[in-house]
């Protein structure tokens, strides 16, 4: 599990609004399918507008909040920015008891070159179960989306529709949840688990393994 510091991140996805996701998205994949970004009069002709100007103060937005880099005359001069590339962040999830889940992307974490091409996300912790392996209150763990890993791992977890961070090993009558905190006792869940992997229970499901942590630092 590597660490990581961040000093300084925008997180600020939920600023934009509907027409600057979707203008973001398109610049997106025209990056990954054709390896370049849009013209402004491709981005005219994707949303229909007449004027070049409204395509350029959509541009001009999206510059504002930090989501890509627009200079020099060339028509293709759009750059994306960390914020626009990175990991997914989902939303939060506890350290301490579960909370309640809710993947609503409001950021995103440049993690991507670290991790490969491994499905990977980002969720914030709350509390402090898991201080004695190193994953404090605020950091984001960066998890695997993986519906099975092996006993003793460090995973993110869904209790009832809520998630948690703890170390999950298989049991005869289901799983335990040990926190890494000697103040908190571990969860028992019932549920069924074959040798080839774990069948599907309506209280309880593996998200996936942390595989790093992020932490960020005040400058």
């Known amino acids: 599990m590597q660490v990581y510091t961040i000093v300084h991140m925008n997180l600020e996805l939920s600023s934009l609004t509907q027409r600057q996701r979707e203008a973001l998205e398109f610049i997106r994949e025209q990056v990954a399918e054709a390896g370049r970004p849009p013209t402004v009069r491709e ?17 001009d937005a999206l510059e504002r909040k930090g989501y890509l880099k627009h200079t020099g005359r060339c028509s293709r001069n759009i750059t994306l920015t960390v914020a626009a590339t990175g990991v997914p962040i989902v939303g939060d999830v506890a350290a301490g008891q579960p909370i309640l889940a809710v993947e609503n992307i ?9 991790f490969g091409e491994a499905e990977v996300f980002a969720v914030r912790v709350k509390g402090e179960s898991m201080i004695n392996c190193g994953i404090l209150n605020g950091d984001y763990v960066i998890v695997r989306r993986q519906p099975d890993v092996l006993n003793g791992t460090i995973a993110v977890a869904y209790l009832h529709g809520e998630a948690t961070v703890k170390r999950i090993y298989k ?5 335990q949840l040990n926190a890494e905190n000697d103040s908190f006792a571990p969860i028992n869940v019932k549920g069924s688990h074959s040798a080839t992997g774990d069948e599907p229970t309506p209280d309880f499901r593996i998200a996936g393994p942390v595989v790093g942590v992020v932490r960020m630092m005040k400058p």
């Open 43 to 59: 981005i005219c002709g994707r949303f229909q507008y007449r004027s070049p100007r409204a395509g350029k103060l959509l541009l």
């Open 106 to 114: 409001t950021g995103s974490l440049d993690l991507t070159t670290a």
């Open 171 to 175: 049991t005869r009558s289901g799983y």
